[in-house]
């Protein structure tokens, strides 16, 4: 039973990182994967983005949550947070403002 709600989990949050990375394509021309080992999705938002630029936006299992992280965290990084857990009008100019 605990194989079957993993995959389920797994399954949900893979859905969403398709659908989320859909959405960031249609508006920028950043390089994003899914890293199914962590699992997050992995944005290279600027071309040849350094370690320190790259955003990883992962999902709570529990809350279905977004959490942003990046290794330099800015404040927009919770900007693009809030507006993936509350409001996705605002998602596109929380990210160009990254």
């Known amino acids: ?3 079957i709600l993993n995959r ?7 859905r969403r990182f398709e659908e ?3 959405t960031i394509l249609s508006t920028t021309k950043a390089n994003i994967e899914i890293d199914s080992s962590i699992p997050a999705l992995k944005c290279e938002l600027l071309p040849e983005s350094t370690t320190e ?4 936006i992962s ?15 800015t404040c927009y ?3 693009i947070e809030n507006a993936l857990n509350r409001d996705q009008t605002n ?7 990254f």
């Open 20 to 22: 989320l990375k859909e």
């Open 53 to 56: 630029e790259i955003l990883f």
């Open 8 to 14: 389920t989990i797994f399954a949900r949050c893979q």
């Open 77 to 79: 990084s919770q900007q």
């Open 91 to 97: 998602l596109i100019d929380a990210i160009n403002l």
């Open 59 to 73: 999902i709570n299992p529990f809350s279905g949550f977004f959490k942003v992280v990046s290794y330099m965290e």
């Open 1 to 3: 039973m605990e194989e």
